[in-house]
């Protein structure tokens, strides 16, 4: 498990602070939440705003070769019941010959947060744990509150924007064909190849994989393709450097194109 161990500590060296970071080097210039408005169905549809710094990013859910994904944690909140991320369509980011997966300027995180009881408030109380890159990677927790009223209220444009910027589906993107083929790989890992019938949106392509165990460490797939025939390949190994059993519907693999990308959940054996 050598480059498993190899890629946290890149990782670890990339999010140690500076010592001599300056006020002036604040990355993020504001942080709130938008308390959008109450959906039909009871749940309520807020985000997370942040604006970073110029010359700053931030990460995606899946950061890529290095870095954190947000991490949110709610436990001060009432009447909560949950709270979804819908993540709009991230960048790909080319760092110092690695690849990381994320967003800058201003980033707008759809929340949809299910209330406990549909026609209450909502007060919304946390924290969010968050890296941050320019020149250096810090890691840093954003303190976050705001009341989501069950009143009637507008939609939020800029809501509806970071929505409508989400990923295609399989359907929506014209997929018509997965197949995953896994065989055993190095040191009790897998090795995943992921063959889609996708037509090429132009421009150069990145491909991200992720399982739903979060335990499964998933290197940066290889990627190429032959017409409308997209292929990444990847190895795949527990964090723990133990056997492990593999959900193939909970395999999510997002293609990154030109101007679009493509969301597509599962991954069945043809």
Not at 66 to 94: A, K, M, Q, Y
Not at 145 to 173: F, G, K, M, W
Not at 190 to 207: K, V, Y
Not at 241 to 248: E, K, Q, T, V, Y
């Amino acid at each position: 498990m050598k480059h498993i161990a190899s890629r946290f500590l890149a990782a670890a060296l990339c999010l140690v602070p500076l010592p001599s970071l300056s006020q002036s080097m604040d990355p993020i210039t504001s942080a709130r939440v938008l308390p959008g408005w109450r959906l039909a169905d009871g749940t309520h549809m807020a985000a997370l705003e942040l604006r970073l710094a110029p010359g700053w990013k931030t990460y995606w859910r899946a950061p890529g070769d290095i870095g954190i994904p947000p991490r949110f944690d709610w436990r001060g909140s009432h009447n909560l019941g949950g709270v979804e991320v819908e993540w709009p369509t991230p960048e790909r980011i080319d760092q110092g010959g690695t690849t990381t997966i994320g967003y800058h300027g201003t980033v707008i995180l759809p929340l949809r947060v299910l209330a406990q009881r549909g026609t209450h408030d909502i007060a919304l109380d946390g924290a969010v744990d968050i890296g941050v890159c320019r020149d250096v990677c810090i890691p840093m927790t954003v303190r976050l509150s705001a009341d989501l009223p069950a009143a009637a209220a507008p939609r939020d444009a800029r809501i509806v924007a970071a929505l409508a910027d989400r990923p295609l589906t399989a359907a929506e993107a014209g997929v018509r064909q997965v197949r995953c083929i896994i065989t055993p790989g190095e040191k009790g890992g897998l090795h995943l190849r992921a063959e889609l019938s996708l037509p090429s949106p132009g421009g150069s392509e990145t491909a991200v994989i992720e399982a739903s165990d979060p335990n499964i460490w998933i290197a940066q797939p290889r990627i190429a393709r032959q017409g409308d025939t997209f292929v990444a390949e990847t190895q795949m190994a527990h964090v723990e450097g133990r056997p492990f059993a593999l959900d193939r519907s909970g395999i999510r693999i997002t293609i990154l194109g030109l101007g679009r990308a493509v969301d597509i959940k599962g991954c069945p054996s043809g």
